[in-house]
């Protein structure tokens, strides 16, 4: 058996590739702060979404999506089809990834859950 499948290692090229043209190719300020985190390729290999997100935290990428999906995804397409040695580049479709915001949430619930239950011992 297969230790990954086509579709995860095309995912993950496309993610080293993709953070590497923004990083070196893209001039936008807005921009430079962003982390590709995960890309996930359709089966047939015509669409890949990818996942990012912002550093510092930011108020949910609206901005960086806009950009991301506009223009910019042609000009990711061309610059990842000079790169990858596949005979077709996937589609890009850019989503703002909030699991970090979502799991610092979270962390923040549990660790005051746990402080009010210790006060409540402790009276």
Do not use: W
Request: charged fraction near 35%; include cysteine.
């Amino acid at each position: 058996m297969k230790e990954f499948d086509r579709t995860e290692r095309i995912g993950a090229e496309l993610r080293r590739d993709i953070a590497e043209v923004i990083r070196s190719e893209v001039n936008d300020p807005r921009l430079k702060l962003v982390t590709i985190q995960e890309v996930r390729v359709s089966r047939d290999l015509a669409h890949a979404k990818v996942y990012f997100t912002c550093f510092p935290m930011d108020d949910g990428g609206g901005e960086q999506v806009r950009l991301l999906n506009g223009r910019l995804a042609g000009f990711l397409r061309g610059q990842l089809a000079r790169r990858l040695r596949t005979r077709t580049v996937p589609q890009l479709h850019f989503v703002h990834d909030e699991s970090i915001a979502r799991g610092q949430h979270l962390s923040q619930l549990i660790d005051d859950a746990v402080a009010s239950a210790s006060d409540e011992q402790e009276e």
